[in-house]
């Protein structure tokens, strides 16, 4: 059996006592399944979700949701490789949100990875297909494509295998899919043979709903 990620994205979403209500209702048995769960907060809870799952014995690792390009220094508002590093094991980088709100480039996005790999976190690099740019270092890509995230209308887990196998051809090691994973269709996506975990948003912010999809995967 593969080793697979479950990677949990919340995006803009959940105060501090949002996350405690969170991690107190995730059902203890998510730390006996032999999987790789990454949860992903924003910045301000990134210290105290690491600290709740070490309460709770938690077997999850920590993602950011960005980084910045630069190391520290005059950059107001960024939050350097070597800040998160404290909290996290992964950043994720390049996401289609970032890509169009905050206008990232493809050299932004190099100089992420640079900066995330300096810093020995692993980054977690979307793309939107075949042909969306993937800078060197990347091990983990997600192919997350526009009209799946956050409508309810995934892709079909063949046409996600399809681009697993050419991704994995170029040479890069772990494969994800994202957008509109849910309890539903997480089977169908993790039995494909390239695909190595999946990217959840939307359906990751209920404990419940996200244990159960842990499960069943
Ligand atoms: P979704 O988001 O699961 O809500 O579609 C996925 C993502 O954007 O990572």
Known sequence: MKSL???????????????????????????????????CPSFTL?????????????????????????????????????????????????????RKNF?????????????????NLVPIFCIQGNDTYIPSGVEVVAYEPFFAIGTGNP???ENAEEIGSMIKQKGFK?????????LENVKTFTSMPSIDGVLIGKASLDPLEFSKIIESS
């Open 5 to 39: 990620f479950i990677v949990a994205n919340w995006k803009s979403n959940k105060t501090l006592s949002e996350v405690k209500e969170w991690v107190e209702k995730l059902p203890v048995n998510v730390s006996s399944v032999d999987r790789e769960v990454i949860i």
């Open 46 to 98: 990134l210290s105290d979700l690491k600290n709740l799952a070490i309460n709770k014995n938690l077997k999850i690792e920590i993602g950011a949701q960005d980084v910045s390009a630069f190391e520290q220094g005059q950059y107001t508002g960024e939050v350097n490789a070597a800040q998160i590093k404290d909290f996290a094991k992964y950043v994720l980088i390049g996401h289609s949100e970032r």
């Open 103 to 119: 206008k990232e480039t493809n050299q932004t996005l190099e100089q992420k990875v640079a900066m995330a790999k300096n810093y």
């Open 155 to 157: 892709d079909t887990p």
């Open 174 to 182: 772990t494969f994800l899919y994202g957008g509109s994973v849910n």
